[in-house]
């Protein structure tokens, strides 16, 4: 038969072989995305042999089956599906493809205990017999037709691995080879399941695996030895929860021990030399082993020679190893947690520890119970789950999640609300995306509060930190067209812009700030000593805690970046609000942050309204600060927020940046920087040249020559790698800004050129050009945030006359000067009240030098060198290189 394998895991790997050993033709696998950096042994052993493997992250998206992935399935022309182990759904259209249909194999002797914790049902149930059945595959049911069914005897102290070890793989692999031959053979039956002793029971979660203590012995025991590893039955002890291990019915007379209160327990525990000995209500006893807890592990761990002995050979200056002994207070170095880590290595194959996991448990006991519950797999990091919106779209296949990001996981608002993120360029919806509410602000700032006081994070070495986010930055890099198609659907972003600029300076800013982490240092303090004293004075650079991060629709992703990487850096947390109309790339980047490895709860993304999220997040009493980029009204509320708590606050407000443009400048190129200068990103930049000044005797040829240009400008889908010029970024904007125009015009400025929407779907706007702009005029006087530019013409030679007017203004964030003379340049920007002053060039900005305005701008800084004093006020000069300068002597 023509086969396709749907599944994973050794299992998986094992039918793979057997089948192909017996002659079958395998046409294709599907199997899972690879998991850091590793291939499922099922997609290893296809790929050896030159299957066609495919590597879906889901079949089905809001219920539906994602054309793309089935389309991709049905191409491989399978006669029968085969599903040995399948932890996806699968969608009817696939199941029902093939001739033959699909079968598949599940872990209990069906009708009973359908569902996906069979194995584990079957112990805590205590049923005598356990099994598997391979059945025709139905809707993820498990009710479909029975094609065969095996048994064994459970035994009084089974786990879940015995049983599965024991028979459930071995004769599993078999039978679903027998099947196989039965179909291929036209003898395979369809038995219907019968009704009588079904039974379905949820997936077995560690929040529901609480040990209820009013129970027989054997009930106890059963729940226990069912709970094995996975999830892990639990109580708790003093205030811990406890996990247990290795139970086992103990028929003997009490032992002796040490009494351990049990919480829900009529009777305490008592702890033993070969573990925890617990009563049921029948008075009769459990043995088992504590997985996480002080008393039970006093006595269990000096049992661990192993764990002894390599400690005993690296501290010989130590005569006995006990509990409380700390590996670096008895004399080890760095030098010999690698020793030790190699050792067990070489010992216990299947134990991998890292450096950090020594520095965490430096106690012999917290380092043998740290040993051990990373052997069981309870410390394995729990999968990530997203359910992404898939888009084929740019000629690849975007995943984009859509739910809130809070402690490590996606899920949906605590409402359940959500709202649909527009793609500009046609107005079509591209997902409806949870809108968090104050009960998620809530619970992300409290999981940001607890990984900075509480959690790895706040444990962390700055080198590590930094390891972390240079991760980060690689990962970003990997998914680098994923991102730039994503943020050009949902900003209306040139494609080739949103990859240069929106990604790849994100990019550079993680990378930038990733080698920040380790260089952040205090300094020592010469002060005056009070004889016969001596004093030393020092201070000390300290993350402040949860930051609350707020950003704007214009660069989703950069500016993202700009904010959270330094906050990173420095050790803080934080609870980030993309803009409401730009969610996607946000909530991609929480995907990157979790593979990268960053704790649960230091990146936090709150989708949603600003007016309720971003003014929560404000006046929070646990965030510690607030940067935010946006508009100076804004800006204005959230500084009376930030006063519940006296929170800090970095702004980065609205901007009207003046370009001055001499005429012993190199027109073409001024004609080419100008309009780049207000056209860049559609002229969605807040840095945009919100006002030029022309000087008189090049005014009118100045503008001839950008309406030339204009008229060049390709308008258009923004996936186009041609498209010049791109949509506005949703349709409430593309309106003010019709607004903006229509104003210009009846205050008596001169329409030049566009002013009008470009007639195609989507939210288009034409460059437009205004001459005769009065300094009085409403739109010489606010940002216009979009592809706007407003010429004034300023009399020849008037140097400080133009920058009179070029200061006229509320707002000082960035600003510009074209001339060959550079003792004017630089005289201009000295006078020029603007952060940031450009010569000769534009839009320029780079991760080493700092931005950020003053006056209605706002204050603080982005980039560059961390902690400068918040109140000096910064100015960056940038000139071209290409500048003409004069000869000058240095005294």
């Known amino acids: 038969l023509k086969l396709a394998l749907i599944g994973q895991s050794i299992f998986g790997q094992e039918v793979y072989n057997k089948l192909r050993k017996e002659g079958h033709k395998v046409v294709g696998v599907f199997t899972v995305p690879d998991k850091n950096g590793q291939a499922d042994p099922l997609a290893l052993a296809a790929e050896k042999d030159g299957t066609p493997v495919f590597k879906f992250p889901r079949w089905r998206a809001k219920g539906k089956p994602i054309q793309e992935v089935v389309a991709a399935y049905k191409s491989v022309g399978a006669e029968l599906n085969v599903l040995p182990f399948c932890t996806q759904f699968i969608p009817m259209d696939v199941i029902d493809c093939p001739k033959h249909g699909s079968i598949i194999y599940h872990p209990s002797i069906l009708p009973r205990h359908r569902g996906a914790s069979a194995i584990n049902w079957t112990l805590i149930q205590g049923d005598k017999k ?165 008393h039970g592990w006093n006595k269990f761990s000096k049992n661990c020679k192993c764990g002894i002995a390599i400690w005993k050979g690296i501290l010989s200056n130590v005569a006995v190893i006990e509990d409380s002994t700390d590996f670096f207070k008895s004399g080890a170095s760095s030098m010999h947690v690698v020793r030790m880590l190699e050792e067990i290595k070489q010992k216990y194959s299947g134990l991998q520890l890292q450096n950090e996991d020594v520095y965490m448990a430096t106690k012999f006991a917290d380092f043998i119970q740290m040993a051990v519950r990373k052997f069981r797999g309870e410390d394995k990091e729990e999968e990530l789950v997203i359910d992404y919106i898939s888009k084929n779209v740019n000629n690849m296949t975007v995943n984009m999640p859509y739910q809130c990001f809070i402690n490590g996981h996606f899920i949906n608002a605590d409402d359940g609300k959500t709202y649909d993120t527009i793609n500009p360029a046609d107005g079509s919806i591209i997902a409806s995306v949870s809108s968090a509410s104050l009960a998620d602000v809530d619970k992300a700032v409290a999981a940001a509060k607890e990984a900075f006081e509480n959690g790895e994070w706040g444990r962390m070495n700055a080198r590590e930190r930094g390891r972390l986010m240079y991760r980060l930055a690689d990962l970003m890099e990997e998914h680098q067209e994923e991102l730039a198609t994503i943020e050009s659907i949902d900003s209306g972003a040139v494609y080739t812009l949103a990859l240069k600029t929106h990604v790849g300076m994100s990019v550079q800013t993680f990378r930038y700030f990733a080698g920040w982490c ?71 980047f929480a995907e990157l942050s979790a593979k990268a490895g960053f704790p649960k709860g230091v990146i936090n993304i709150l989708p949603g309204s600003g007016g309720l999220v971003g003014q929560h997040l404000s006046e929070h009493p646990d965030v510690r600060k607030v940067g935010f980029t946006g508009s100076t009204p804004t800006g204005k509320q959230i500084m009376k927020s930030a006063a519940t708590n006296l929170k800090k606050v970095s702004l980065e407000l609205g901007g009207k940046s003046p370009l001055i443009i001499f005429n012993d400048c190199e027109l073409d190129r001024a004609v080419k920087m100008g309009m780049g200068a207000v056209y860049f990103n559609k002229g969605e930049n ?79 706007m034409e460059p437009t050009v205004f001459t005769d702009v009065e300094d009085h005029m409403y739109i010489a006087q606010e940002e216009s945030f979009g592809p706007v530019m407003v010429i004034s013409k300023f009399k020849n030679g008037d140097v400080d006359g133009v920058l009179r007017r070029a200061n006229t203004t509320e707002y000082g964030l960035a600003s510009g000067v074209f001339t060959k003379d550079i003792s004017k340049a630089l005289y201009i920007s000295e006078k020029l009240e603007a952060g940031t002053v450009f010569i000769n060039t534009y839009n320029k900005t780079d991760v080493a030098a700092p931005f950020g305005g003053f006056k209605q701008s706002g204050f603080g800084k982005d980039l560059g060198k961390l902690f400068s004093p918040s109140l000096i006020s910064h100015l960056t000069v940038q000139i071209n290189e290409e500048t003409t300068l004069p000869v000058v002597q240095c005294v």
Not at 220 to 233: E, F
Not at 721 to 750: F, I, M
């Open 130 to 294: 356990a099994g598997f059945t391979i059945f025709w595959a139905d809707d993820g049911l498990d009710t479909g037709p029975i094609l065969l069914q095996r048994e064994c005897d459970v035994g009084q102290n089974d786990t879940v691995d015995d049983l599965y070890n024991r028979f459930l793989f071995p004769e599993g692999i078999k039978a679903m080879v027998e099947a196989v031959h039965l179909i291929a053979d036209g003898k395979a039956p369809r038995i219907p399941q019968p009704k009588e002793g079904a039974t379905y029971e949820g997936i077995q979660k560690k929040e529901n695996a609480e040990i209820s203590w009013n129970q027989p012995a054997a009930a106890l025991h059963n729940w226990i030895r069912g709970h094995d590893k996975v999830p892990g039955a639990w109580a708790t002890i003093d205030g811990q929860v406890v996990t247990f291990y290795g139970s086992s019915l103990l028929d003997a007379s009490v032992p002796a021990g040490q009494e351990l209160a049990i919480k829900g327990a009529s009777r305490p525990g008592l702890v033993t030399k070969n573990g925890l000995v617990v009563f049921g209500n029948d008075g009769k006893m459990v043995s088992a082993h504590p997985g996480k807890h002080e």
């Open 518 to 588: 380790d260089k952040i240092q205090g300094a020592t303090i010469p002060i005056n000593q009070a004889r016969p004293n001596h004093n030393l004075t020092f201070t000390k650079k300290e993350p402040i805690g949860v930051c609350a991060i707020v950003i704007p629709w214009n660069y989703p992703l950069m500016m993202l970046a700009w904010k959270s990487a330094a906050c990173l850096a420095a050790g803080n947390t934080l609870v980030l609000k993309p803009a409401q109309v730009t969610p996607l790339t946000s909530l991609k």
């Open 686 to 764: 807040c840095i945009a040249a919100g006002r030029l000044f022309v000087e008189e005797s090049i005014h009118d040829e100045f503008v001839r020559k950008v309406v030339e240009e204009i008229k060049k400008m390709k308008i258009g889908d923004p996936l186009d790698r041609s498209t010049d010029h791109g949509p506005q970024n949703h349709k409430a904007h593309l309106e003010k800004l019709l607004q903006y125009c229509e104003t210009g015009v009846k205050e008596g400025a001169t329409l030049v050129y566009g002013g009008r929407q470009v007639r195609r779907p989507g939210f288009f």
